[in-house]
Structure formats: C-alpha cells, structure tokens
C-alpha cells in the first residue's frame, strides 16, 4: 500500500533533511518532485495541485528558513498537509437510532464481502447489526451474503424468489427486523459495471424509503481515478456520507485515497486491507500520513494484534518460555496466532521504517506459504516428539517429511533452528539482551506496552 509513492518521499525528504540551510530553490525542487510522484501514483491533477500549492505557502515562511533543522520543518508541514487532504480527523458512523446503513457501489468493488465485514466489525464492537440483502439482479449476491452472516452469526434477511420491487423488499426487511432484536441495519444493494439511469433511479427509491444514516460507498482502490469519478457521481446521486475503500492492501500508488476527500468532501471511514471478514479497519487520515511517510501506525499495529492474539495464551507462551518448557506444541500455537493476525508485510509495515528493513530481507521472508509448511511439519510429529524434540532422529525425520509433504533438509533446518530458540531461551542473559534489542528497534517499545508486555512471537 502506497509503497511506491513512499518510496520516491523518502529519497525527496532524505535530500532535503540533509541540507544545513534551505533556500527557495530547494524548496521548489522537492515540491517539484514531490509533485511528480504525486501524479504517477494516480492522484487527481487538481488535487496535487492544490496540495503542492498549500505546501509550498507554509514552506516558504520565516519559520521554515530560521529553523534549526528545516529540512525536518518541512516534513512536518507535508504529513500535517497529508492528513489534512486524507480526511482530517477520523470520522465515525453515524449509528444514533434508527442506525440504518445504505452500502451502494459498482460490481466487483466488494460491496456484499464489505457489508459482511462491517457488520462483524459493528458486533465486536457491542452492537446487534442485522445484514439485509438488496441485490435483487444477481442472485449469487444474496446467496452470498448469507452465506458470510452465517459465518459470523449474524441474522439475515432474504427476499423471495422472483422480487422484482426493491422497496417491496425493504419493507418486509423492516417488519422482520422488529423481531430480531436488532441495533444496526445494513442494507447491501444492487451494482453495475457502470453507473446507469436505472440504477440510479433504484438507490433513490430505496434510499428514500429508508432514510439511512449513512450511505457508503464501497470504492475500489485500484482503480484509482475510475474510483474517484464513481464515488463523485453516487455522490450526486443519492448524496454519500462516507467511502469505504477496499483492495488498498493490493494498491501500491494509492491515488485514490489522496484524491477521494478533496474531490468529493467526503470522508473515507473505513478500509478493506485483505479478504478475512475481520480485515475492515477504521480509517484515520493522520495515522495513513504517518505511514506514506515511513513513520508507521503502532497504534493501529497494536489494536490489530490486541484484536486477535488471545492475552491468556501469549501470557503462557511467555511463561514456559522463561521456564525452559517451550515445546513444539506451544510452538505450533505461536505460529496459528500469527497466521491469525493476517499477511505478516501487511502488519509489519505499520512498523517505523519497516519500508527499508524489508527490502534487506531474503525473499520469501515474510510469506505465509512458509508457515503453513512449517505447521505441516510440526502435525506431522507425534505428541511425544514435540515434547521431547530431542528424540527426533534420523528415521523419524524422513517419517515427518513424507508425512508434511516437505523436504528432509527443511525438517532438519526447523529442528536446528528450533534447537537453538530453546538454548537461548534457556539462558536468561540471551534472552534479555534479545528483549532488549526488540525494546530498541522502533516503535517495539510502544507495542510491547500496549501488548500489556506480551509478544505473541
């Protein structure tokens, strides 16, 4: 996510951050750059515009040219920019009764995997959402949606066979959820390829006969301008109150989520980052700033893994850890809990700078293909042999990779590898001085705090 734009600001700022004393004609160069690689990441022309211009005014005050670090001045006054063109302050749902959400959007943007999404979002939060399906043009859809409240056990409404009335259908939704006991509505709607008359004509009358709270657009990020252009004419159309932007997981220029505000004025109150039902994520404009500018989000990183790494567990990990009892059993539980908390770039880059470590990791480092073979070979073992590693010899090593599927020579290396975990963890001055380099690297010291102390690794 916006990797490539991240990119070209670190090498503008890197330059700039090393010049003792700034002049205009600085300025104007990395303002120049910074402009470029606003537009090749498929930012809105007037959008760039407008923010370079707003940039380059509080750029050139006295402040700036008298500082005794300009080159940082700058940078502050660019994230501050940033965050103001993404949204400003974060922008939460409208949900005082009746809490009626309208999700509308083009197909394929994911608006039936979104409403599925927000809605189990919405119920760990304490609320009863109820999710009601629309789409009365695709059949799949309904079926879908049902299929995704049954997996996160939320009621949901279908309409029969052959409705063909919109309205019809929202009615019958409203009767049924009188019984449901419900707190919040989410009604999925039908899309197109394109926006057309008819479907325009259709979120009007279903919009006006539930008078929603908030009318979300589900945009996909990947589309980039296409994106924008989409969320100004639903805007036009039924008047949105917010955008919910999926796929920026799989977008590295991220020019729609820098244009969506300033062209539409409306906010972007959530984003898809990844295809799990619980990877809906609030969205905050200061946070994102911090991350296209290398910064991080440990906040956001340590309400991911606080979200999904049970406190109990990682808290007896820890303890047989220090005890010397870290067995291959607890070590197959450590790596379900990081499978959990989703694709491990994606949590990582929240990490202060992790945009340069990564590029010094070996390839493969972080893919999670990996821990899947991992874990295949630690089932493959028998209770006693993750017990007692120390048993696993020669016949039983070919028994273990014939039964994972791996090779001999990976069973052998997690073995060794595992050998050695345990031998630190053993001595308590190796393993304080490896707590003490994680407390070093940035951000690690903030996490560990709002992890109560506990790793989950």
Not at 37 to 55: H, N, Y
Request: proline share 4%; glycine share 10%; net charge positive.
């Amino acid at each position: 996510m916006f990797s490539s734009l991240a990119d070209s600001l670190d090498k503008t700022f890197r330059n700039l951050r090393g010049v003792g004393r700034i002049s205009e004609k600085n300025i104007t160069d990395a303002l120049r750059d910074i402009r470029i690689a606003l537009l090749e990441a498929d930012v809105e022309f007037a959008v760039a515009k407008d923010f370079i211009a707003k940039v380059k005014e509080k750029a050139m005050g006295e402040d700036v040219f008298k500082s005794i670090k300009p080159g940082e001045q700058i940078v502050k006054i660019f994230h501050d920019e940033l965050a103001e063109l993404l949204g400003g302050n974060q922008s939460p749902l409208d949900l005082n009764p009746p809490a009626r959400i309208l999700i509308c959007g083009l197909n394929g943007a994911g608006k039936t995997t979104t409403s599925a999404k927000l809605a189990n979002r919405l119920k760990r939060e304490g609320r009863r959402p109820l999710l009601i399906a629309c789409d009365l043009y695709r059949p799949a859809a309904i079926d879908q949606l049902a299929t995704l409240a049954k997996q996160i056990d939320v009621p949901c409404f279908t309409p029969q066979a052959g409705d063909s009335d919109v309205v019809k259908v929202a009615r019958e939704a409203l009767a049924w959820a009188e019984n449901q006991n419900g707190t919040v509505l989410i009604f999925d709607t039908a899309g197109r390829q394109e926006i057309d008359e008819k479907l325009v004509a259709e979120l009007k009358r279903l919009h006006d006969f539930i008078q929603p709270k908030e009318t979300l657009l589900v945009a996909d990020a990947a589309t980039g301008q296409q994106a924008v252009s989409v969320a100004k004419h639903f805007d036009e159309a039924v008047g949105i109150t917010g955008i919910i932007l999926t796929k920026l997981d799989g977008d590295a220029r991220g020019g729609a989520a820098l244009s969506m505000r300033a062209v539409t004025g409306k906010p972007i109150k959530y984003a898809g980052e990844g295809e799990k039902l619980d990877q809906l994520t609030e969205f905050h404009p200061d946070r994102m700033a911090d991350r296209i500018l290398g910064m991080g989000d440990i906040v956001g990183m340590v309400e991911q893994v606080a979200a999904k790494v049970d406190e109990a567990d990682a808290a007896r990990s820890m303890q047989r850890m220090q005890e010397g009892k870290f067995d291959f059993t607890d070590f197959l539980d450590q790596m379900r809990m990081i499978r959990n908390l989703g694709p491990l770039d994606g949590l990582l880059g929240m990490m202060p700078g992790f945009n340069k470590i990564k590029k010094q990791l070996p390839a493969g480092a972080l893919d999670t293909g990996k821990i899947k073979r991992t874990e295949a070979i630690v089932l493959s073992m028998t209770h006693e042999e993750r017990r007692r590693p120390e048993i696993i010899k020669g016949s039983r090593r070919q028994r273990i990779a014939a039964g994972s599927g791996t090779s001999l020579m990976e069973v052998n290396q997690l073995i060794k590898q595992f050998g050695e975990m345990r031998k630190m963890m053993k001595s308590p001055h190796k393993m304080k001085n490896m707590m003490r380099q994680m407390g070093g690297m940035p951000g690690m010291k903030d996490m560990m705090k709002g992890l109560g102390g506990k790793l989950p690794f």
